[in-house]
């Protein structure tokens, strides 16, 4: 069986290539040649539960369960499990010290991690996290549980491990682990279309990345970018993304990045034209086969188009159909069907005038927004004043 160990010392397991694998076979991208991948992946690395899982619980299609293959990595894991076991008896009747003891206790932990063992690798989880001395190899163990939800796709369970390592990492999480739960979270909320908060952390992650156990630069990098097009106002796509040196490192041209840099471009640069070709690229080539964003895409490919349309608006008081269309490189009926998805809600203020051609904007009076704004904050204010004295007087009334 063969686990990388990275150079920080944090093994890549659950291996994320095999997810990602299953994910695409799962929606229909696949063929002969990645089954054949995806049983070898499982073969090298013993995973017999794992593959239990996605053939008689997810059902893939195009892999059928072997009981000869399964049987045979079943065996396997039985053999390596009671190694490792055995070497826990032997430990204790030496009466080795507990560090000797964690490391084997971890090496078991990873191990149920590496072969997609959710429930067992639980199990030894809460002993190993007794175990450990410091806290941060507590924060290292959660982490490693955190990484099977993310395998999984349980976002319930992710969360849940999430908090604890933030717990953790608040009571004295070093600088590596904390920029490592950083990657972690922004992930997370990215997968819960959380776009804007996971923005601030991706972004912020690159200058100090080490996770590679859960992310290659590149994907982190990629989903910057996809955060950052939705979330960020027009001034911060060029200064966090389109000038940002750890992008400009990778290469805006690289096959990850290249569909959604040149979307975030056309925006920034009012390049309408480029705009659609780039978002069907970012959808086919992005979006639809990344397991944490396709459940998002057509609220993401809302989303961006109404930035879009809202952006080239604010220029104008009014202009026609017929231009706005050809800006965009659409039919007229085209954007006449796609506004009017945005205009009932208020999340483009326009109005088109069918008879005329025209689209008409209607922005609120920014005096008017700013009174509303104050009386929101005061109104909050007020809130927070009066759960602050009722504090006060409850202590207080608890010394008397």
């Known amino acids: ?90 430990l204790a009747e030496d009466d080795e010290g507990e560090l000797e003891i964690l490391k084997v206790w971890t090496d078991l932990l990873e191990y149920y991690a590496a072969i997609g063992d959710k429930t067992n690798a ?79 952390l991706l972004i912020d992650s690159l200058a100090t990345f080490t996770s590679t156990e859960i992310s290659t630069y590149e994907q982190v990098a990629q989903y910057s970018l996809i955060c950052g097009a939705i979330s960020l106002e027009r001034p911060d796509l060029r200064k966090k993304l389109i000038e940002s040196p750890e992008i400009l490192t990778i290469g805006s041209d690289s096959p990850e990045l290249v569909s959604i840099y040149n979307l975030i471009k056309s925006l920034y640069y009012c390049e309408y034209q480029d705009f659609f070709p780039n978002l069907i690229k970012t959808h086919d080539e992005i979006l639809v086969k990344n397991k944490f964003l396709r459940p998002h895409t057509n609220f993401y490919m809302r989303e961006i188009r109404c930035k879009a349309y809202s952006q080239l608006l604010e220029s104008y008081k009014s202009l026609s159909l017929k231009s706005m269309a050809e800006s965009f490189g659409v039919s007229e009926d085209f954007l006449d069907q796609d506004l009017c998805k945005f205009i009932p809600n208020k999340k483009i203020n326009c109005i088109i005038d069918k008879v005329n051609g025209i689209v008409e904007t209607n922005r609120p009076d920014n005096k008017n927004n700013q009174y509303h704004a104050l009386i929101k904050n005061g109104d909050s204010l007020l809130t927070k004043l009066q759960k602050y004295g009722a504090a006060v007087r409850l202590s207080g009334a608890e010394k008397v």
């Open 1 to 90: 069986m063969i686990i990388d160990t990275l150079s920080s010392g944090v093994r890549r397991i659950p291996d994320f290539e095999v997810a990602q694998n299953v994910y695409l076979l799962q929606q229909g991208f696949g063929n002969d040649e990645l089954v054949y991948r995806i049983l070898e992946q499982i073969k090298e690395q013993q995973m017999a539960p794992y593959y239990d899982y996605i053939t008689n619980e997810l059902k893939i299609p195009g892999l059928k369960f072997d009981k000869g293959l399964y049987d045979k990595l079943a065996q396997q894991n039985t053999e390596k499990i009671a190694e490792l076991k055995k070497q826990l008896e032997k």
């Open 122 to 200: 639980l199990a030894t989880y809460q002993k190993t996290f007794e175990l450990a001395p410091s806290t941060g190899s507590k924060i290292d163990l959660v982490l490693t549980i955190a990484r099977i939800g993310f395998f999984l796709d349980d976002k319930l369970f992710t969360k849940k491990y999430l908090d604890e390592a933030n717990i953790l990492i608040e009571k004295g999480g070093d600088w590596e682990r904390r920029n490592r739960y950083k990657t972690y979270l922004g992930i997370y909320l990215m997968s819960t279309r959380k776009f804007e908060e996971a923005s601030k």
